[in-house]
């Protein structure tokens, strides 16, 4: 059964605004750095109102609520993890008459704990095939192939997965560079069109009392009508933002961070912005200082699954005892940085997610096979604590099955470690610090090409 | 360098009995039961002498130092493991040059470190082709194609690797079923002389001072040759004695029953017997009643990459608080194990070990979508304690990476203790029982085909 259409506008937004007081989640601002980058936590949410998160930060990107290779008990080795748990409805969807059976949802399901669930439509890291959106659906593909949501659909999948916030159904389909401005046009109306459904059904359902909605804010790269999405999305009670379209491959950084510092003027100071699909280091740093609060925590995975571990500083303490952190060796990375730097010059856009980029080392490369060093020196994850890169590069080189296991540890632990010392790099005013660091000082690579 | 054939018996002899004086493993029998089956301790190897193996036990395997799938924290969440890993050299051999290079040996290039190392020669979870030995070298098979051994080649090898204990050099091509007696007899004689000389090299390595060698009983089909490969070996200054071309797929159980109870006759009480290339839980208790003492515990990982978890019964206590401990829900299992069953009518040989046997499910069964209970009731490891059926299968079915986690923690678990309770059967004179419920004792299922 779906919600009509034909709501009209403005009983929808009474109902909402009855909703908007229940909503909990709330941003509470330390400071806000040179103007616009954004120190805080955020604060009453999950079930029982007591789960807090810092910003900025990351959510944990899962798989069906699996990170990657680690069980649960591997995961908790790692300090600095976040304690909002992604999962996405594209992993999902074809799995709802289980769910439902179920009835526990899918943090019981999926044997997760104590986490908070934050469920979102599409996987980051997964291609999303375009052109199956129509006016009352959008499309999710999972493992069995495409799967068509309605709003009814949509809402019915959040009761069986009963997550503690989730993302509005929304057409995002504004990536491709020759989308016409109708089209752009198009997909903000339907976007707010979709939420003002979900927020229907989601007020009358006792279900999903207590847990939290985000509007999408859409609009391609047209800044009118980036400014039109969150504006209107503002309007309606909902505890936070997601900003789509904006992924890596979608535009470059420049343009990004421009639409970014602008439409996030029409959002409300204490409402958490999430920005999806971007997570190079590089990025997420710009997108933090146009105002950024959240990321989505895919990228890790990405690095794992093409056998690389990332290796970037972020050390910004000034005590040489704690210089060992995440040193890069300069010179050990200068060559293959430049490599990965020239498989980045397409036209500015890395559009192919596969692709290394100039924050990891490959561990695949002949290089390694006889560097007994860890993969960071002083880094304490379990992997680097116990193995050396000639050993990665020989799991690795024989398709051994605990390469992408310890991989991923590295990587994940790095790249939390990573948006740990950037929260600290905003309280103690060291972002220019950090900045230098995560991308490089050295001659002839002060300056990133993208 | 390869060290020449030409060596007299004699001479090779003399040399050998001077090292037999340093053989410090020693096994120490507790009972013997129903005149074969050996209950006992494995004492006095390892670099210092202190380890210990109980018998009848399993080794750990590993591909290359790791439990596919497994980190070292995670394998050590489990009770009942092996105080000896397994690697071969059909891993190792392609890494001499690194492993040369980084001077400390294997358990420490792994990052391995409270464990007994024992090299052999072929990893009993791959195929090798067969048709590439030669009078003076075998060859194995690693990610980058074949490598050939002669003896000199194989001692540099151990000298890099720096096992605790090692099996020696062995022609071990016997297992087709056309193999002629003249070939046999040539495996049987190549197999002693690669054992002279593989003594005469290790006597005079100071690296390998204190490490101990297994000679490897050879002999197809052939009960002469069974005989007398082993009367000959017995001979030398072993450790203990490893038995091939027994292996799943090359002979019946019946014939492998009769020719190791009679060749076991021949070797001496006091050291131990490792059966390679056996793994299914009916065929190690008929080895281990024909007087078997060492396993490989390969199958376990045969079962978690076909998607299976091992799931039979090897509970013998009478406690009925214990009943839980691994008790099949009979009904339910009937129809796959029928299916099973069935899958191994080739002739009474299971040749390809890829199928699935009937001590496992299959968990890409769509019967398991809505299962919401653990693998095995009562089973206390990580993935049954935090996971039910229906998750695994959705990990499955959508080709997530923790599935393999999952189901090699389990599968790992319930093998090992199977092993304890077949130990624990034969101190408590209860090896019948254990049959029963391995073998299943129900209506129609009592006998089973293979």
């Known amino acids: 059964m779906q919600t009509g259409r034909s709501t009209s506008e403005s009983s929808t937004l009474t109902a909402a605004t009855r909703m908007a007081g229940s909503i909990r989640m709330k941003l509470e601002l330390r400071c ?43 995961l908790h080795t790692l300090s600095n993890l976040p304690s909002v748990t992604q999962v996405t409805l594209s992993n999902i969807a074809e799995h709802q ?11 019981k399901f999926a044997g997760l704990h104590d986490t908070v669930l934050y469920c979102s439509l599409h996987d980051p890291a997964a291609a999303c095939p375009t052109g199956y959106i129509t006016n009352q659906t959008v499309s999710v593909w999972g493992s069995g192939g495409r799967i068509e949501l309605t ?8 009761k069986a997965v009963q997550p503690d916030w989730y993302q509005s159904m929304a057409d995002g389909e504004t990536s491709q560079n020759n989308t016409s401005r109708k089209r752009v046009r198009k997909s903000v109306d339907r976007t707010l069109a979709h ?84 997570g190079r280091p590089d990025e997420v740093l710009a997108c933090v200082e146009a105002g950024v609060d959240l990321f989505e925590s895919f990228f890790p995975f990405q690095v794992t699954e093409r056998g690389c571990a990332l290796f970037f500083s972020f050390d910004i303490s000034p005590d040489p005892e704690r210089a060992g952190r ?73 398709n051994e099955l605990l390469a992408g296991v310890l991989l991923m540890i590295h990587n994940t632990a790095h790249y939390h470690g990573f ?32």
Request: net charge neutral; charged share 30%.
């Open 326 to 398: 995440a040193p890069p060796a300069v010179l050990e990375l200068d060559k293959q940085r430049d490599t990965a730097g020239a498989t980045q010059q397409n036209g500015g856009l890395n559009l192919d997610q596969t692709q290394m980029t100039s924050f990891e080392i490959n561990l695949k490369d002949k290089r390694y096979q006889d560097d007994f060093r860890p993969l960071v020196d002083g880094c304490g994850c379990y992997c680097c604590k116990n193995h050396q890169r000639a050993y990665l590069h020989h799991l690795l080189m024989t």
């Open 195 to 278: 939420l003002d459904e979900c927020l229907l059904v989601h007020q009358k359902s006792q279900e999903l009392e207590g847990v939290e909605v985000f509007g999408v804010v859409e609009g391609g790269d047209i800044l009118e009508e980036r400014l039109r999405s969150a504006r209107e999305t503002a309007k309606r009670p909902v505890a936070g933002f997601c900003l789509d379209g904006l992924q890596t491959g979608a535009m470059d950084q420049t343009l990004r961070t421009q639409l970014i510092t602008a439409l996030t003027k029409e959002l409300p100071e204490d409402k958490p912005r999430l920005l999806q699909g971007v």
């Open 97 to 107: 008459e289980v769910l439902e059976e179920f009835k526990d949802g899918f943090r």
């Open 32 to 74: 806000v750095v040179q103007g616009r980058s954004r120190l805080g936590v955020l604060k009453g949410f999950g079930r029982t109102g007591q789960h807090s998160l810092e910003v900025p930060g990351c959510l944990l990107y899962t798989r069906f609520g699996t990170v990657p290779h680690l069980t649960q008990d591997t």
């Open 419 to 450: 948006f740990s010392a950037l929260r600290e790099a905003l309280a103690t005013d060291k972002l220019d610090l950090l900045k230098r660091r995560v991308l490089g000082e050295r001659g002839g690579q002060t300056e990133r090409k993208d």
């Open 151 to 158: 709003v009814a659909k949509f809402m019915a999948l959040q």
